[in-house]
């Protein structure tokens, strides 16, 4: 079974230091890594999609990597903003169920 | 593109009785479609997955007569918590997928309150 692991469970910044969220799974059998993003109250906003066969992924100010190897995907943003507060979800996607995280929460401090 | 919806976006029900919650998928026909629940502070749980026309596949642990789920369409699929209890409220999620790159698509969410 797959087992994700989000660390930090929460981080705090100040407003236009760079992010690094990290997660881990034990099955590197997966077709895809996905990271959404989640406001209190809300639904998940789909960020970036990873591929198994691709290495990372950019939109905007953020970036994600993937190693499977390793079982590792690390989520950048950079030169954070209040409006990045949230928690961050990341999933492994085996055959075609995704195992989510716990989640890692943001705050950016203005 | 890919829009998944769902209705209602919040429900109180009182103890014993029924409640319906349909998930779309507005722009696309949707090879599966996923049921997740989700308590406060925590993570995302798979209940069961759907295929259009067949029987949910049910996760380990989750009641299939409690949590009654139809995929009577390509774009509709229905969970139904039969004879709700306090325990049961949480917020439910659905998505929805096509067949490759297999990326699931996420509904808003309903809150369901049982009192």
């Known amino acids: 079974k797959q087992e994700v692991t989000q660390i930090p469970a929460a981080l705090s910044v100040p407003e236009g230091e760079n992010l690094v969220l990290n997660c881990s799974f034990t099955d590197s059998a997966i077709y895809n890594l996905q990271w959404f993003r989640q406001d209190p109250g809300k639904g998940l906003t789909s960020l970036l999609l990873?591929?198994?066969?691709?290495r990372e992924q950019t939109s905007g100010r953020l970036n994600a990597s993937l190693d499977k190897s390793s079982g590792r995907s690390t989520l950048y943003i950079a030169a954070s903003q209040p409006g990045d507060s949230a928690t961050y979800l990341c999933a492994a996607g085996d055959d075609y169920k995704l195992s989510f995280g716990a989640g890692t929460t943001v705050t950016v401090r203005a | 593109g890919a829009v998944v919806s769902q209705h209602p976006s919040w429900v109180i029900c009182k103890s014993g009785t029924s409640v319906k919650i349909e998930c779309r998928s507005l722009d696309f026909q949707a090879t599966t479609m996923f049921w997740y629940r989700q308590f406060p502070k925590q993570s995302l749980m798979l209940m069961a997955t759907?295929?259009?026309?067949?029987?949910?596949?049910?996760e380990q642990g989750v009641e299939k007569d409690k949590f009654l789920i139809n995929h009577a369409s390509l774009t509709l699929s229905t969970l139904t918590v039969t004879s709700a209890h306090p325990e049961d409220s949480s917020f439910y999620i659905c998505?929805?997928?096509?067949?490759?790159?297999?990326?699931?698509?996420f509904g808003p969410g309903t809150r369901l309150t049982v009192t």
């Open positions: 998505s929805a997928s096509v067949a490759q790159p297999y990326e699931q698509y």
């Open positions: 990873i591929q198994s066969s691709q």
């Open positions: 759907s295929n259009e026309g067949s029987k949910a596949t049910y």
